[in-house]
């Protein structure tokens, strides 16, 4: 059993999840949730993104210390304990759902989904004038950029200024960090010059993560 990807994917992305961490952990049936959660915090006690680190580190710790009780079943119900309905419902939606990238309804309905985390890996390695791109349109504030710029975000290996800049936007709009918003940032910062076409084939690729 375990946690698929996808599941997996979009329950670190759901900030509401991100807030209830610590509560999520003691429905998952550890022997003893307050050292795992305690681990988990020293271990993230660095990150530039602690939420995101502190849910995603404590799913797989589920998987691997509770297998026999770590799928999306059990966590649709934790979530519903949680008063994380809407995203219950969204992984309640998914179950026997099957992809039809041929469907331009599919399509449509595919934009308004939250970015993920492989796509922005991809879309910085795109990126020429990334910190261009991270004042005018991600709305990243002049003092993250200089951090990046400077090398001064710990624990980032291997170190990618880019990446820093599109998950500080993403993390910073949760869900509302969607394909369509990022697709039109990017069509902004085209007309102006200075983003390639080739990122939106970023959004174009088969991708089954």
């Given at each position: 059993m375990g946690l698929d990807s996808e599941t997996l994917n979009t329950?670190?992305?759901?900030m509401k999840a991100k807030l209830s961490w610590k509560k999520i952990a003691s429905r998952m049936g550890?022997?003893?949730?307050?050292?795992v959660i305690t681990m988990i915090e020293h271990k993230n006690r660095y990150s530039f993104d602690a939420l995101y680190d502190n849910?995603?580190?404590i799913l797989i710790e589920w998987n691997e210390q509770v297998p026999d009780k770590a799928n999306k079943e059990n966590m649709i119900k934790i979530l519903q304990n949680e008063d994380c309905n809407e995203l219950a419902d969204q992984l309640e939606g998914k179950s026997g759902k099957r992809k039809d990238s041929s469907s331009s309804a599919s399509k449509k309905l595919e934009r308004t989904r939250p970015v993920k985390y492989n796509e922005l890996s991809k879309l910085a390695g795109k990126l020429g004038h990334w910190n261009r791109f991270a004042l005018?349109?991600?709305d990243v504030p002049e003092y993250e950029i200089k951090k990046a710029e400077q090398k001064l975000i710990p624990d980032m290996n291997p170190y990618n200024p880019s990446m820093y800049v599109l998950q500080y936007w993403s993390n910073k709009n949760g869900d509302d960090a969607t394909v369509e918003k990022m697709i039109k940032l990017?069509?902004?910062?085209?007309?102006?010059?200075?983003?390639?076409p080739q990122v939106f084939d970023v959004f174009d690729e088969d991708d089954d993560d």
């Open positions: 329950v670190t992305r759901n550890f022997r003893d949730h307050a050292s849910l995603h580190d005018e349109q991600l990017l069509e902004k910062a085209k007309k102006d010059g200075y983003i390639v």
